[in-house]
T-cell receptor, first 118, second 116 residues
Framework: AQKITQTQPGMFVQEKEAVTLDCTYD???????LFWYKQPSSGEMIFLIY??????QNATEGRYSLNFQKARKSANLVISASQLGDSAMYFC???????????????FGQGTELSVKP | NAGVTQTPKFRVLKTGQSMTLLCAQD?????MYWYRQDPGMGLRLIHY???????AKGEVPDGYNVSRLKKQNFLLGLESAAPSQTSVYFC???????????????FGPGTRLTVT
């Protein structure tokens, strides 16, 4: 069965430093997608970055990059130059099956709470 | 565009009462989803829909029903609320069309439901 594991319940990082949030996944599908979402204290879910299982390059979006290691089944989020506004809960998620499969359902990890210190 | 909206934002129910949560999206998305988020946990899929008139069960469907009579709306019903259904409920929508933005699920702001 598909599963997402985030082993870091909480992380601290100094402002302007980089931080890596861990995510490992388990799936028997060859085609799948990996996502990171940010949830600030206000509660909304904010999409950050996406990586397809067949994408050869690691995804990047501004200060966010996804360190995709397919053989190790890991999809870690790297935030460079942390800012105070990065303090939030971060969720890793996986789409089951190919991108055009029925439904595009997501499975979420339990999240990592990131605190950025000034 | 308003994106994905949810009504209501907060609700308190007594055990056994019923209610309906409304999700509306103005992005013409085919796919819509209902998730619940319990404290300290990630989101779990309750039900989803791949088009008007279609619904399917997700990971935690028991105690909930859904309907998708119009493409832009996805309703989540609790027929007889239980304290275990105290949670934050998120609606999301997605386009099945190919393209970069098709990857992303767009989330509503959430509904905080307390069942006493």
């Amino acid at each position: 069965a598909q599963k997402i594991t985030q082993t870091q319940p909480g992380m601290f990082v100094q402002e302007k430093e980089a931080v890596t949030l861990d995510c490992t996944y388990d799936t028997s599908d060859q085609s799948y997608g990996l996502f990171w979402y940010k949830q600030p204290s206000s509660g909304e879910m904010i999409f950050l970055i996406y990586q397809g299982s067949y994408d050869e390059q690691n995804a990047t979006e501004g200060r966010y990059s996804l360190n995709f290691q397919k053989a190790r089944k890991s999809a870690n989020l790297v935030i460079s130059a942390s800012q105070l506004g990065d303090s939030a809960m971060y969720f890793c998620a996986m789409r089951e099956g190919p991108i055009y499969n029925q439904g595009g359902k997501l499975i979420f990890g339990q999240g990592t709470e990131l605190s950025v210190k000034p | 565009n308003a994106g994905v909206t949810q009504t209501p934002k907060f609700r308190v129910l007594k055990t056994g009462q019923s209610m309906t949560l409304l999700c509306a999206q103005d992005m013409n998305h085919e796919y819509m989803y209902w998730y619940r988020q319990d404290p300290g946990m990630g989101l779990r899929l309750i039900h989803y829909s791949v088009g008007e008139g279609t619904t399917a069960k997700g990971e935690v469907p028991d105690g909930y029903n859904v309907s998708r009579l119009k493409k832009q709306n996805f309703l989540l019903g609790l027929e007889s609320a239980a304290p275990s259904q105290t949670s934050v409920y998120f609606c999301a929508s997605k386009s099945p069309v190919a393209g970069r933005n098709s990857y992303e699920q767009y989330f509503g702001p959430g509904t905080r439901l307390t069942v006493t």
